[in-house]
């Protein structure tokens, strides 16, 4: 893929708002409530598969570097193996997801109920990869990590998605 000046410059901008968005949140418990999804389903729905993924590998580079892009305002390679590390994670996942669905947009009849049905498919593999993690730093079962660091998300995160897909289809 060759990155031209327009791209490096939606990239860039588009990172930024992921690092941004990722710092307001309100802290819960080990995984807080963080509007950084709502950046990561803006920047796939706008830039699509290849540019959003390089997207959000760049956002947690920077994060894994110490500077405090993530939730929080924190940062470093502690965080991604922490707690909240397997969702930071799954934001690839999230990314190449939508990002790849807002690409064939075109072929799809009823966009917005393709998006946001992707959208469902995105955040479950989200919380399956999150929950992992945080099964695994906690020494919990499964089921319980599930329920208690992913699934009382959801309606939050459903509301994330629909404001990225009202938003991001218009920017598009």
């Known amino acids: 893929m060759k990155i031209n000046t327009k791209d490096l410059t939606l990239i860039s901008l588009f990172c930024a708002i992921i690092c941004i968005f990722s710092i307001i949140s309100i802290p819960i418990g080990p995984v807080p409530i963080s509007i950084c999804v709502l950046a990561i389903f803006l ?30 305002f924190r940062g470093g390679v502690q965080v991604l193996f922490g707690p909240t590390g397997g969702y930071i994670f799954s934001y690839i996942f999230i990314a190449g997801i939508m990002g790849l669905a807002s690409d064939n947009l075109s072929k799809i009849k009823h966009k917005k109920m ?21 099964m695994l730093i906690y020494s919990i079962e499964f089921k319980k990590a599930l329920i208690s660091s992913a699934f009382i998300f959801l309606p939050f995160d459903i509301l994330k998605s629909v404001l990225a897909i009202i938003i991001g289809t218009r920017i598009k």
């Open 114 to 134: 393709f998006l946001f049905s992707t959208s469902l498919l995105s955040l479950f593999i989200c919380y399956i990869t999150g929950s992992v993690q945080y």
């Open 43 to 72: 920047s796939s729905i706008v830039l699509g598969f290849k540019k959003s993924i390089i997207t959000v590998i760049v956002y947690i580079l920077i994060g894994s570097l110490g500077l405090p892009v993530f939730s929080g």
